[in-house]
């Protein structure tokens, strides 16, 4: 091969990796600027979703506040631009019947995003839903789209042991709930494993805060 | 020359976008983008969502890729491709996530699915490769028409059988039974097998009608 031909196979092959890098920046930089400007729309309206999805799994409620948590890692009252992160419920009188969490993790497809309902007194859970996912449908979507299975959350009982440290939920066949288990799914075996961590992450992240602070974020002893 | 030329490309253009609404209809006649159509048919709405987001990507597709041709290397023209029709499938599940939350729930995991839909690669590789933008253009006007054709008629079967409504309302008389199985992936192949065969005796019966005039 001569050298000539050898600079022309050169120069083919950067015109070939030019053209493609040239599209996939402008594909980039497109992509980056409508993620941009649709971000906030989308977390306004999922912070709706997730207001909805807080009073589902707090039986008792009626309203709420939303709270996210600072630098210091301490919850405090959401704030604009802020993504909430708990709803303390409130019933018809403005008492506190419970908190409900948003925890996210990644599912099989993408991350799965959801609030569960905690009755600190009882030691229970009260509900779980699921406000965002791309599970595969027909079969990972079901724990959108079974409803026994999602209201199985409402009865499931945490465990401590003699230390009172939490003990996590596990998932199992013909699961006890009253032993702090999640009902196993055939074919959507990844979907409710990655919903069980995502709920005992949160749980052992909120836990301590919420024994701690509790009081405080009910405000009724605070004012 | 630009003047004959212009003609020409305006009519094989016009061609172009009735066979794709008719005579070469990408679900009735070539069953092209077949996972959507199924899995995304059970309802009208659903149904007018999927096929207009994947009759604007094809769209904006033609036009960038036909636009690009004549700089596009043909030994990475598959890549590119993609990466064009990706791009525009991405921007579309981002604008339907903002402004309709709701049908972006609906629609799940299909949209992105958009990117692996034959009927796009098929039309970027034949058509918008190797034409001019306009005919490109009017190529994907009509593939995306017939896409939308056949998916909105499929997807209102379903539901008025399968729920008694039509875009949520009702429609049928209250003591109708819905055919649950229309709702099903079942009622699906059905609802597409039932279609297909009367599209193709109304498409025989009318090109006799033809002749004969």
């Known amino acids: 091969m001569t050298d000539g031909n050898g600079r022309g196979g050169i120069g083919s092959v950067l015109r070939v990796q030019a053209v493609l890098v040239a599209i996939a920046l402008v594909a980039g930089l497109t992509i980056a600027t409508v993620h941009e400007w649709t971000r906030p729309m989308v977390m306004e309206q999922r912070g709706g979703l997730f207001g909805d999805a807080a009073l589902e799994v707090l039986p008792d409620a009626v309203n709420y506040r939303i709270y996210t948590r600072g630098a210091d890692g301490r919850p405090r009252l959401l704030g604009d631009g802020d993504s909430p992160e708990l709803f303390i419920g409130l019933d018809a009188r403005g008492r506190t019947v419970g908190a409900a969490i948003v925890g996210s993790g990644m599912g099989y497809a993408d991350v799965i995003q959801l609030v569960f309902g905690l009755d600190l007194i009882a030691g229970r859970l009260t509900g779980m839903r699921v406000v965002a996912s791309r599970e595969t449908p027909g079969l990972g979507s079901v724990i959108v789209d079974d409803m026994d299975w999602v209201d199985s959350f409402g009865r499931i009982e945490l465990q401590f042991d003699g230390q009172r440290q939490l003990q996590p939920l596990r998932v199992r066949d013909g699961a006890r709930h009253e032993q702090g288990e999640v009902d196993a799914i055939s074919g959507a075996t990844v979907s409710v494993y990655a919903v069980t961590q995502i709920i005992n992450r949160s749980l052992a992240e909120w836990l301590p805060i919420l024994r701690e602070e509790f009081a405080e974020l009910t405000g009724g002893r605070r004012e | ?213």
């Not at chain 2, 004959?4 to 061609?15: C, Y």
């Not at chain 2, 890549?79 to 921007?91: D, E, K, N, R």
């Not at chain 2, 039974?177 to 025989?204: H, K, N, S």
């Open chain 2, 1 to 213: 020359m630009s003047d004959s030329a212009t003609v020409s490309e305006r009519e094989n253009g016009l061609q172009r976008f009735r066979a794709g609404l008719w005579r070469e209809n990408p679900i009735l006649i070539q069953a092209l983008g077949m996972c959507p159509t199924l899995a995304v048919s059970n309802t009208a709405i659903n149904a007018l969502t999927m096929s207009l987001a994947t009759a604007s990507v094809l769209l904006a597709s033609a036009i960038v890729i036909s636009t690009l041709r004549g700089i596009i290397p043909p030994q990475v023209r598959l890549a590119c491709f993609v990466l064009v029709i990706a791009t525009f499938v991405t921007l579309t599940d981002m604008l339907i996530e903002a402004f309709a939350l709701d049908l972006h729930r609906a629609l799940g995991a299909f949209l992105p699915l958009i990117v692996v839909n034959c009927m796009i690669l098929s039309r970027i590789e034949i058509m918008a490769s190797r034409q001019p933008a306009s005919v490109a253009a009017l190529d994907a006007l009509g593939m995306g028409g017939g896409f939308m054709i056949g998916l909105i008629t499929l997807g209102s079967l379903r539901e008025v059988l399968g729920r008694g409504t039509l875009l949520d309302a009702r429609v049928m008389p209250a003591d109708f039974e819905p055919w649950q199985v229309m709702q099903l992936p079942g009622g699906g192949f059905f609802t597409l097998a039932a279609l297909v065969i009367g599209f193709y005796l109304f498409d025989r019966r009318w090109r006799r009608q033809e002749v004969g005039a």
